[in-house]
């Protein structure tokens, strides 16, 4: 929700499209987080820990 007012509030103050797209970025990668859509680098590092994966 945070980065979505950001960007509203990037949007309502005339802030580039740049900063209203980072937020709005920032807000998908954080509900594909909560949906599991998305896999963080700290996922794949215990994976990799548990797995000797490729030897």
Do not use: N, P, Q
């Amino acid at each position: 929700m945070a980065a979505l007012r950001s960007a509203v509030e990037s949007l309502l103050a005339g802030g580039g499209d740049e900063l209203v797209a980072f937020d709005l970025r920032l807000a998908l990668e954080e509900l594909g987080r909560v949906v599991g859509a998305v896999v963080t680098d700290d996922i794949l590092d215990r994976i990799f820990r548990r797995f000797c994966i490729g030897k």
